[in-house]
């Protein structure tokens, strides 16, 4: 099979987003998907919002390209309608990683273009990875054959994170940026923003920007003044509110 295969939507894996950056979750998660690229298995990677399901497609997307194996990115829920027809134009690669299956369920089209990505997956000797919010056998998919495909995956079951968890997470992160997060800010921004790790890794995106521009550490004073709207745009806020 051809080596350094082209990843769509110009994929590029975030710093942070490697296995050795991914907390347990589930410990063994790593190495297993490490051997399943190397023996070419087919994998069904399920948990809730926050488990890390993103994290380890990307980690091996990345891991597979320095490797020097070809290998594709297609995330279903990102993509929309051009879902079916990117998947149908799919040749097989060592590596496929599908994210947000659940966004496909129910829809005939792209049903029968993934039985047929999986099929040349399979013909080809290549892995293939699959993320999903719930189970193959609690996902709605109406193809027989992919639902059969599906369950005689390898199933790797998720867990999110707790609290303490994804402090670390952001801790870290916010080190790898050269920022230094202490107690206090952590309990702010726990308190007060979305605690999911998308919305966590986004804000300390704009919260490093922000800090840079200012040549201010992030504080609590700082994290108050960052993350309160100024008066302008709250007074725009309540003109456009009905009486």
């Known amino acids: 099979m051809s080596a350094g295969g082209q990843l769509p939507l110009g994929f590029r894996a975030p710093a942070e987003q490697r296995f050795e950056h991914f907390l347990p979750g589930d410990a063994a998660a790593p ?11 087919k994998v069904y990677l399920h948990g809730p919002e926050g488990s890390g399901k993103t994290h380890l497609l990307r980690a091996m997307l990345a891991e597979s390209g320095e490797a020097g194996l070809s290998a594709a990115w297609l995330p279903l829920a990102m993509l929309g309608p051009a879902a079916v027809g990117l998947i149908d134009a799919q040749p097989a690669v060592d590596l496929v990683c ?5 966004a496909l369920a129910g829809h005939a089209d792209a ?8 099929n040349r997956q399979h013909d080809a000797r290549g892995a293939i990875v699959y993320a999903a919010r719930v189970s193959p056998d609690a996902l709605d998919i109406g193809l027989p054959d992919l639902r059969s495909r599906l369950s005689h995956c390898l199933r790797l079951t998720l867990q999110p994170l707790d609290e303490a968890g994804r ?10 940026r050269g920022l230094l997060l202490e107690d206090a800010a952590l309990d702010y921004l726990f308190r007060r923003v979305d605690r999911d790790l998308g919305s966590l890794t986004a804000l300390l995106d704009r919260l490093d920007q922000a800090s840079l521009a200012a040549q201010r550490r992030i504080t609590v004073p700082f994290l108050r003044a960052a993350l309160t709207p100024p ?3 709250v007074a ?3 003109e456009g509110e009905p009486d």
């Open 111 to 118: 049903e029968r273009a993934l039985f047929a990505l999986h």
């Open 231 to 233: 008066p302008r745009a």
């Open 236 to 238: 725009a806020l309540d």
């Open 31 to 41: 190495a297993l998907l490490r051997r399943q690229v190397g023996e070419r298995g």
């Open 98 to 102: 599908i994210d947000d299956l659940d």
């Open 167 to 176: 402090r670390q997470v952001l801790a870290e992160r916010a080190r790898a």
